[in-house]
């Protein structure tokens, strides 16, 4: 053992006959690979902090990608095996613990010995895929969808690399996400283009010096901010977010919405519990006036926090009569008082009238600001 010592050989023995027992009960169809040599070889995993070159060729780790090219040729999803792998090490850990009380065992040994079963998990997940993979010939789409997958999994560059080349996708220096619905997308592309169209949610990354409308079929599409490929996943979750508020009618319906023009009420829209208390404590003096008068006050109060000048300024701005304005104005200086010469007050008095430009009157009416 280096670093982080497993369980000794006779307590990792004990331990595979657990875990290889619970993969013959998950895969009864493929229990004759598992045999001794397969115990053997888990055993040994668990020894050791990884797999070495030694253990890699060793005949019990053939079961393992036997396994993998027999779920291939069954059509079976590789989740399986892997779903199969893990919940196999969670049988052991009863068995674990108990070891671990015996005389001599050690105090580590618990600690030591779930970390060896997460390593051993992921040792036998590693060859199972590589034989899959091995056994599948993907076609160009299968690897621009996988590619796709890596990116966005936030994966450095140097993991993905030469699937993008197997892929043929020069990576540009800057890409955009774009979140679209159902439909949103033509049917065809450039190369530089990688797109996964199915399901509920289509998605692409496009390099951001490429004309995005000649991507779109027309029809409701949201785009990121342009960032470096590595960063394609923040792209994707803003655009999806700004899809989102299209939806709920918060940001205007168009054809291609881009993030950047709506950066404000991203802003205000980023912890809708916060605003909502914001806005909430802000405006509570005029919360329980009539409709009609607190629109009334509300649209005067934004003016007047706008203004450079004085009723006259705000009487031309709204469109009324700098009268109507001087008595507004006594009215709200009876509601909130000194609040309307702190800076701060103030600051916080902009941004919750702000907020209630993106509700409905119904939505006013029932509470300062809407709430998902």
């Given amino acids: ?102 005389p001599g065992a050690g105090a580590a040994l618990m600690d030591t010995g779930v970390e060896a079963l997460l390593r051993c998990a992921d040792v036998l997940i590693r060859l199972s895929t590589a034989a899959y993979r091995a056994a599948h010939t993907p076609s160009v789409a299968e690897l621009r969808q996988d590619l796709l997958k890596e990116i966005l999994s936030g994966r450095p560059p140097a993991k993905w690399a030469g699937l993008a080349a197997e892929a043929g996708w020069v990576p540009p220096a800057r890409v ?98 916060l605003t909502t208390a914001l806005v909430t404590r802000s405006l509570a003096p005029i919360a329980g006036l009539p409709a009609n008068e607190r629109a009334k006050l509300a649209e005067t109060l934004d003016a007047m926090l706008s203004a450079r000048g004085g009723a006259p300024e705000i009487a031309d701005n709204l469109g009324v009569h700098p009268q109507t304005v001087r008595n507004r104005l006594r009215r709200l200086r009876g509601l909130f008082g000194a609040r309307l010469d702190d800076p701060q007050a103030r600051l916080d008095l902009r941004i919750a009238l702000r907020a209630e430009l993106f509700t409905s009157e119904d939505d006013r009416q029932a509470s300062p600001m809407k709430v998902a």
């Fill in 176 to 273: 955009v996400a774009i979140a679209a619905e159902p439909g949103a997308v033509r049917a065809s592309f450039g190369p530089e283009v990688l797109a996964a169209l199915t399901g509920e949610y289509p998605h692409l990354l496009v390099p951001d010096d490429v004309e995005i409308g000649g991507v779109l079929a027309g029809t409701r599409a949201a785009v990121g901010p342009a960032v470096a490929p590595a960063e394609a996943a923040v792209s994707l979750r803003w655009a999806r977010r700004t899809l989102e508020l299209v939806r709920r009618e918060v940001i205007e319906d168009g054809p291609l919405v881009r993030w950047s023009d709506h950066l404000t009420t991203h802003w205000l829209f980023a912890d809708e519990v």
């Fill in 1 to 102: 053992m280096t670093a982080s010592p497993a369980p000794a050989r006779s307590a990792a023995l004990v331990i595979a006959r657990v875990v290889v027992d619970g993969i013959r009960r998950s895969l009864p169809e493929h229990a004759p690979l598992f045999d001794a040599r397969a115990t053997e070889f888990v055993a040994s995993v668990l020894e050791h902090d990884g797999m070495n070159s030694a253990l890699g060729i060793a005949a019990g780790a053939d079961a393992f990608r036997q396994v993998g090219v027999a779920e291939y040729a069954a059509g079976k999803e590789l989740e399986r095996l892997s779903r199969t792998y893990h919940s196999a090490g969670r049988c052991a850990l009863p068995v674990l613990a108990s070891l671990s009380r015996q």
